[in-house]
């Protein structure tokens, strides 16, 4: 499974990249909004931090309603940092967005489904020919359904079928949600920073630490 980072904040993405787990990063208009700068220059930006990923998402706005709408905004977005080709486009999963997915993958552009919550959504979204479809798994289990297993049927349904569509398990909380999709075969993980922090934690790393650094003061220097 890869990671990808999911966050619009620089800083952060810059951290996850220098330490070579980032294979992509997705943004979402609530992660812009937060960075109060404006959402094209930051995905610029972003494009321009992490050259050797396999895509960025951004996000058709929620002012797109129809799929004219949304390719009329897909078609400048593509544009971004002289038409990087890592650029990939968010659509909602819906009837405007699964036809802009078509019209997207007939162009040959990346896209990613996003706001999944069924197996029968990743199905569409899969048919109509997204390169990515991300079940949000954190909160489906805020309401008290089980998202790791709704990752696993997709997967399972995946195989099944030769789909080629990858499953981006978003909504990502903590690092038992990373294991655990990881285990149900999701081809990738979007984490916030804070998350994979948290992945590299073990309280006997830090007691192992502690104790060699002990015992290296005793030691003999020359
Ligand atoms: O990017 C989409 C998703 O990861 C959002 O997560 O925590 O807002 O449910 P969350």
Known sequence: MKFFIDSANVEDIKKAYKIGVLSGVTTNPSLVAKEGVKFEDRIEEILKLVPEVESVSAEVTPDAIT????IAEANELVKINGGDKNITIKVPMNIAG????RYLN??????NVTLVFTV???????????TYVSPFLGRLDDISEDGVLLVSKIA????????DAQIIAASVRHPDHVTRVAMAGAHIATVPYSVIEQLTKHPLT?????KFAADWVKAPKN
């Open 106 to 111: 007939q162009k040959g552009v990346k896209t």
């Open 67 to 70: 799929a004219e709408e949304m």
């Open 156 to 163: 399972e349904l995946f195989r099944i079928h030769n789909l």
């Open 206 to 210: 830090d007691q192992g630490m502690e």
């Open 98 to 101: 699964l036809e802009t997915c």
């Open 120 to 130: 029968n959504q990743a199905l569409l979204a899969a048919r109509a020919g997204a």
